[in-house]
Structure formats: structure tokens, C-alpha cells
């Protein structure tokens, strides 16, 4: 909960800094996007960082998912948007690191279309296998021979794929961040 309170206060201060040269921030309600689908772990903590912003203003912060094309459609509506600090993205690293790798071509530029505000979350990913594969730990899975033959099939499978993704820049990992139009 501490960790919560932290990213509150964060975001909160560097909302502030969005509108600095108006008298008041926000004077309406503020569209914090998300650009995935409702009830996953972005939507979840969006609505969570909207309801705690709402009652910190006085004012609704509205959250509208704009789900689709991995996450372009939505950051697409938020780098169109008007840069005053009334449309913001809660995303994770997918729309605005992964894309770039994945994609030749964006309807944004993720580098010059976004101004980061804060990290929100760290969303912690978990290796999980069946019970009854008799193996306890990373080690022991990777060194078994189900995982051996199932890698060598992969491989096999994707050789193309597999060749082309190395050569393409990629941030992994899961991390929710809040942006707004650049």
C-alpha cells in the first residue's frame, strides 16, 4: 500500500507540472486512456489511479479503453490528442517500447508522441507449470528434457521468425507507466 501511495503522489505532482501555467489543474474532467481491453492488469490499476486523481481534484477522471492493434489504436487517439494534460495514457511497455520492434510502421512515433509522468506499477510476470511435471524450480525446467524437446521443436518451427525478431530492438518485462500527448 505504501508503494500506492507513492505512485499517487507522484503522478498527482507531476500532473500538476502538465498544467503549471493555468491557474487551476484540471478545471474539467480529464480521459486517462487505456489502450487495452477492461479488466486486465493496465485497466485495473488505471481505474484505480483515476478514482484516487478524481477525489485528489475534485474532478472525474473519466477512463476510456481504446483497445486494439496491441495497443496502437488507443496511444494512436492519445498522440492526436491536444497537448494540455486533459487526455493521458495509462499504458504498459507494449504500446510504446515493444510496438516499435515489432511493427515497420506505427501511426505514431513513440519517441517525439509521448511525455512520460511516472511509473505507476511494476506488474510482476510468474513461470507456472503443471503440477505434475516433475520438476521445483527454473533450473530443473529448463534442464529437463520436456523442456529441452519442446525448445528444439520451437526452434525448428520459427527458425524465420525466431532470426528476425533478434535483430529488432525490444524492452521486455511489464511495467505500467502514465503518459500524456506530447
Known amino acids: 500500500m505504501k508503494f500506492a501511495r507513492i505512485a499517487l503522489a507522484v503522478m498527482t505532482a507531476a500532473a500538476f507540472g502538465i498544467a503549471s501555467a493555468q491557474d487551476a ?9 487505456v489502450p487495452f481491453p477492461p479488466g486486465g492488469g493496465t485497466d485495473t490499476g488505471a481505474r484505480w489511479v483515476a478514482q484516487k486523481l478524481s477525489e485528489k481534484w475534485g474532478q472525474p477522471v473519466v477512463v476510456d479503453n481504446k483497445a486494439g492493434a496491441a495497443g496502437m489504436i488507443g496511444a494512436d487517439f492519445v498522440s492526436r490528442a491536444k497537448p494540455d494534460g486533459y487526455t493521458i495514457m495509462m499504458a504498459n ?17 513513440p519517441d517525439t508522441a509521448f511525455v512520460p509522468i511516472s511509473l505507476v506499477a511494476e506488474l510482476p510476470l510468474v513461470l507456472l507449470v503443471n503440477s505434475s511435471l516433475p520438476v521445483n524450480n ?24 525466431a532470426s528476425d525478431h533478434s535483430n529488432r530492438r525490444a524492452s521486455m518485462g511489464s511495467s505500467a507507466a502514465a503518459f500524456r500527448a506530447g
Request: proline share 6%; no cysteine.
Open 138 to 161: 527454473t533450473k530443473e525446467f529448463i534442464t529437463s528434457r520436456w523442456s529441452s524437446s519442446m525448445a528444439s521443436r520451437y526452434a525448428r518451427k520459427n527458425q524465420t521468425q
Open 93 to 109: 511497455a507494449q504500446a510504446v517500447a515493444i510496438n516499435p520492434s515489432l511493427y515497420k510502421k506505427l501511426p505514431y512515433n
Open 25 to 33: 489543474y484540471p478545471t474539467k474532467s480529464v480521459t486517462m486512456v
